[in-house]
């Protein structure tokens, strides 16, 4: 429980100074040029992707690429509200982030966080599905249901984001305004609030780590399904393009959930591995996504290729 620090009200904090990530000053260039290429790559990457689903038929008429398209659009975005800040700590630049920028900021990482969160979820039911009932897979996850169920996945994220910006800042903030992270999160800046926060950190564990642990369990227990149907599956060919569709899609949201459910589950707490592991699906989530989803899925690669061709051919004929 957070006491109510002894500070004047009358001083109002009107803006941040994010501290960032901690390191070593003589690999500031380094770390600069690492995460300007990261951000590049993700933002290319995504986009491929995001394009790939869009201009072939084959993908953008089926619900896992529609489901794949939108988590690039939301990588994209993601690491933009992100990866830019990080990049800014490793400059002589100010720090600072007014009050209304910090609010922005926060609102916009957990509105796109939790909708990615469900979105994952949404994967491994379509995935469930085509494995486990694929005579019924057309008729259980169509078009139009799909896109119900992302619209939903995007109201939902963006009325989790309002609550936990409403919740962090309608706290007084009278200084000091060091924000110990590289992003307005709500562990970070709670600290800095002049009132007792245990609500806040109760809601915080509730609606954040309760929730990513709860969509976690039932992507493990959809793919504990999938795995128990895939044995069955007779040929070996069969069983490769299963576990092979299946784990880059599991490989990338442990990778995503573990390091949130580390974070989020321990109200109150702190330690100088949060930094460290936020990064994780903060900035690699986003840049393997592509990678992952793009050399491990044949239909992606052979769109791809059909692209491609279609493309020479056009120029050929001109």
Not at 84 to 92: E, M, Q, W, Y
């Amino acid at each position: 429980m957070r006491k109510t620090k002894n500070m004047s009200l009358d001083t109002v904090v009107t803006d941040f100074i994010l501290l960032g990530l901690s390191h070593p000053r003589n690999l500031r260039t380094l770390l600069f040029l690492v995460f300007f290429c990261i951000y590049i790559l993700t933002q290319l990457g995504n986009l491929l992707i995001l394009l790939t689903v869009w201009a072939d038929p084959k993908l953008h008429a089926h619900p896992m690429y529609i489901l794949l398209g939108v988590l690039s659009f939301l990588d994209m975005w993601l690491s933009s509200v992100i990866v830019p800040r990080i990049i800014l700590n490793f400059t002589p630049t100010s720090k600072a982030i007014p009050f209304g920028g910090c609010v922005a900021q926060l609102y916009a990482f957990h509105f796109l966080g939790s909708t990615q969160c469900f979105l994952y979820t949404l994967m491994a039911y379509d995935r469930y599905l085509a494995i486990c009932q694929p005579l019924r897979y057309p008729v259980l996850m169509n078009g139009r249901l799909c896109t119900i169920l992302v619209a939903g996945a995007w109201v939902a994220g963006s009325i989790h984001g309002s609550i936990q910006a409403t919740l962090t800042f309608r706290l007084p903030y009278c200084g000091p305004n060091q924000v110990d992270y590289f992003v307005c999160d709500i562990p970070a800046v709670l600290r800095l609030a002049c009132a007792d926060t245990t609500v806040n950190e109760l809601v915080t564990f509730v609606d954040i780590g309760v929730v990513a642990a709860s969509c976690f369990m039932l992507i493990l227990l959809s793919y504990a399904n999938i795995v128990y149907a895939v044995l069955k599956i007779r040929t070996a060919d069969g069983r490769r393009r299963a576990f092979s569709t299946c784990g880059s899609h599991l490989t990338i949201v442990t990778v995503y959930y573990v390091p949130c459910i580390f974070i989020y589950l321990r109200p109150g707490s702190k330690s100088p591995l949060d930094g460290a592991v936020a990064v994780f699906y903060t900035v690699v989530t986003p840049l393997l996504n592509p990678l992952i989803y793009t050399l491990r899925n044949q239909e992606v690669k052979s769109a791809l290729k059909r692209i491609t061709a279609g493309r020479m051919a056009a120029s050929e004929n001109r």
